[in-house]
């Protein structure tokens, strides 16, 4: 039986004068998914201009994918979302925003 | 297109070769600029390679014979000139790393404490504290004490600009800080990009391996070589999806000294024995899947329930040598010591690329190249802990040679034809698909299949062929979405354009799918990772398959180093 992960985004472009605003994405599926599976199937079914880095190392190491989820800071390919949940994802350094979940880790100033 | 800074040296990858070549070229007073896909030292390759570092660290051991597992490793396709730099230099790279604070582990006498791998005489894997990922954070710290070196992360390189005297004289790439396209001038370029695993649909290697050196020596005319060799790692993580393409190293598991577990066929049946070369292992595990005997989901089991190391050791080792793998599946929900997993053959490491000679120099004065997008060093097969020694040796010729090379060469003059002609090309794949509402990313994903099906772990003269016909077939549907625009508006593309990106990898990986399907079709006979089942033996004669602009593919002298008496 196909359930809904319901994913709430923050959307913002550093080169746009518009403000922040969320869209809510509802992802039905029959198992847990990692948050980048999750983005990943947002951007081919949903939403081309999704912006977050695709990039996995595979060893959950290089925190390219690093995302705040319901206000706290992981990491999207080892961090698990459960069918029937609701959920909120902003960019992990918004003072380094480039756009939607992705920032310039060169601006990142905890770094 | 604004021409935003002028560089002796330019270097397109910012991984371990990437890193390593900037830092030597700038101790011979080069300004350097590093460009690349993703932010530097969380993009590539690098941070996804393993721990191993191949040097010798063993007392009985030596170059000679490090040198001569290399050769016999690589089924002799290797060039031993390039073998023999990467042997005798390697030393000398692991006392740099050490200088820039890589750790390796050490016995408590504070020598090296090499462990043994498949195809080393004596054990001569030095571990690395951290694995690739450490390495390129002790780079990049290195890297950052040079004023002279310039990090630029999130652009891609579309094109490599010849000057007037027909030397690579700048670069244009795309900026997905602000979707800007914009050019670097400057007076030698080192490619670093990495392999083109991203061309087959199953692979554990980075989304950012689509091939861009290959493709951009190829269009200025480099010769490349040997591309249909891909090595096939053997055992990835195929199920669950969550955590499908993980590497799980096999050299561990049935080392009896380290993991001490084994591999099993679906059936639960052992069916090999003794420590195999990586090639050796997949044909036994293809072998299983194909007679009926692989697991639910098309693969082996990794199985380290029954250790004969007992759970106490095992999880101390597991934390030794696999720690974050292990915590990774853990985390994920798939306890190692509990639970088998499904593990098959997927695309790991590119030993084909662009052709160099021992000062890294490509077949195009000024171009240079180094790691894995470097071609002839490895031959039908890698041998574990090369590649990272690969990036450290080769990356700190190119950077020496490429300065030496810049240093004599004044005020570059790119012609403005020049950058015009190939704005048009660029504008028009950055654009035509969001015009006509295509995915960029539906045709890469059939252009994997494609080479998957065509070009994969089995390969025939008729299957080639008809992949050849497809990326034909790909190609012509992408032209008839509308003409090159003569009369293109240079424009913006906005912040972090991922589809502009991938569409603009979409051109590059859909040439060199071409020029691998060519390559693999030449090389007729079967060596390492090359299974051609209608010439299924070696071949009498060791050759290189060639390829460059304008001209069919070629065979060509594979390089001896006359006194190692190698068997062949």
């Known amino acids: 039986m196909s359930k809904i992960i319901s994913l709430k985004i923050r959307r913002e472009d550093s080169l746009s004068a518009s403000p922040p605003r969320y869209d809510t994405f509802r992802i039905p599926t029959t198992r847990q998914m990692t948050v980048l599976e999750v983005l990943n199937e947002i951007y081919d079914k949903f939403d081309p201009t999704l912006a977050f ?20 800071i992981v990491r999207g390919c080892a961090t698990l979302l459960f069918p029937g949940k609701e959920y909120l994802l902003e960019p992990a350094h918004p003072e380094a925003l480039i756009k939607d979940l992705v ?3 060169s601006k990142v100033l905890s770094e | 297109m604004l021409t935003i800074l002028d560089t002796d040296v330019l270097i397109i990858g910012g991984g371990g070769a990437g890193l390593r070549a900037a830092i030597a070229a700038a101790q011979q007073g080069s300004s350097v600029v590093i460009l690349d896909k993703g932010p530097v030292g969380r993009s590539g390759t690098t941070p996804m390679a393993m721990e191993a570092f191949q040097a010798v660290g063993h007392p009985e051991d030596s170059a000679e014979q490090h040198f001569k597992d290399t050769v016999r490793g690589g089924l002799y396709l290797g060039d031993e000139n390039l073998i023999w730099v ?3 230099e390697a030393k000398k790279r692991v006392a740099d790393l050490e200088k820039y604070g890589v750790h390796f582990k050490k016995k408590e006498d504070g020598s090296f404490d090499p462990m043994q791998h498949p195809g080393q005489t004596f054990p001569r894997t030095l571990f690395i504290q951290g694995g690739g990922y450490g390495l390129l954070q002790a780079l990049q710290k290195e890297a950052h004490k040079h004023n002279q070196i310039r990090i630029i992360s999130d652009v891609l390189v579309t ?6 005297e027909g030397f690579p004289g700048g670069v244009i790439f795309l900026d997905l800080h602000d979707g800007e396209f914009k050019v670097i001038k400057c007076r030698a370029v080192i490619l670093a990009t990495g392999g083109y695993e991203e061309l087959w649909a199953f692979t554990d290697a980075s989304v950012t391996a689509c091939g861009d050196g290959l493709f951009l020596a190829y269009e200025l005319g480099a010769e490349l070589i040997d591309l249909e060799m891909l090595q096939f790692y053997p055992t990835i993580v195929i199920y669950p999806p969550e955590v499908r393409g993980t590497l799980f190293q096999y050299e561990l598991v049935i080392n009896p000294d380290l993991l001490g577990g084994r591999i099993l066929n679906g059936r639960g049946e052992t069916f090999f024995s003794g420590m195999p070369l990586r090639n050796v292992l997949l044909q036994a595990i293809w072998q299983e899947i194909r007679a009926g005997r692989g697991t639910e989901h098309g693969g082996v089991y990794i199985d380290l329930t029954a250790s004969s190391l007992g759970r106490g050791a095992l999880t101390a080792a597991l934390n030794k040598w696999q720690p974050n793998q292990f915590l990774y599946l853990k985390d994920m929900g798939i306890d190692l010591r509990d639970t088998p997993v ?5 695309a790991h490491y590119t030993m084909g690329g662009v052709a160099i000679d021992e000062k890294a120099q490509t077949s195009v004065l000024g171009l240079f190249a180094a790691g894995e997008v470097a071609g002839n060093l490895h031959g039908a097969n890698r041998v574990s802990g090369n590649a990272l020694t690969e990036t450290q040796v080769f990356g700190a010729i190119a950077g020496a040679a490429a300065a030496a090379f810049a240093q004599q060469r004044g005020n570059i003059d790119l012609e403005k034809e020049a950058i015009e002609s190939r704005e048009r090309e660029i504008f028009w794949w950055g654009q035509i698909f969001q015009e006509k509402k295509i995915r960029p990313r539906k045709m890469r994903e059939q252009l994997k299949e494609i080479m998957w099906k065509h070009c994969g772990i089995e390969r025939n003269e008729a299957g080639l062929k008809k992949g050849l016909a497809e990326i034909a077939q790909l190609e012509k549907e992408i032209v008839s979405l509308g003409p090159f625009k003569n009369d293109y508006q240079p424009r913006q593309f906005g912040a972090y354009p991922q589809e502009t990106r991938e569409a603009l990898e979409l051109r590059m990986m859909l040439t060199l799918s071409r020029l691998v399907l060519t390559s693999a079709l030449f090389r007729q006979e079967t060596r390492g990772h090359h299974i051609r089942i209608d010439y299924p033996l070696n071949a009498a004669e060791i050759k290189h398959t ?3 602009k304008g001209m069919e593919a070629w065979a060509g002298e594979v390089k001896r180093k006359g006194e190692t008496n190698c068997p062949r």
């Open chain 1, 53 to 72: 880095r695709h990039y996995r190392c595979g060893r959950r190491i290089c925190r390219s994918c690093e995302v705040k989820l319901n206000g706290q």
């Open chain 1, 103 to 105: 920032f310039d880790f």
């Open chain 2, 86 to 88: 990467l042997v005798t």
């Open chain 2, 159 to 164: 094109n490599i600009i010849a000057d007037k």
């Open chain 2, 342 to 346: 499904e593990v098959a053959p997927h």
């Open chain 2, 546 to 548: 060639f390829i460059k």
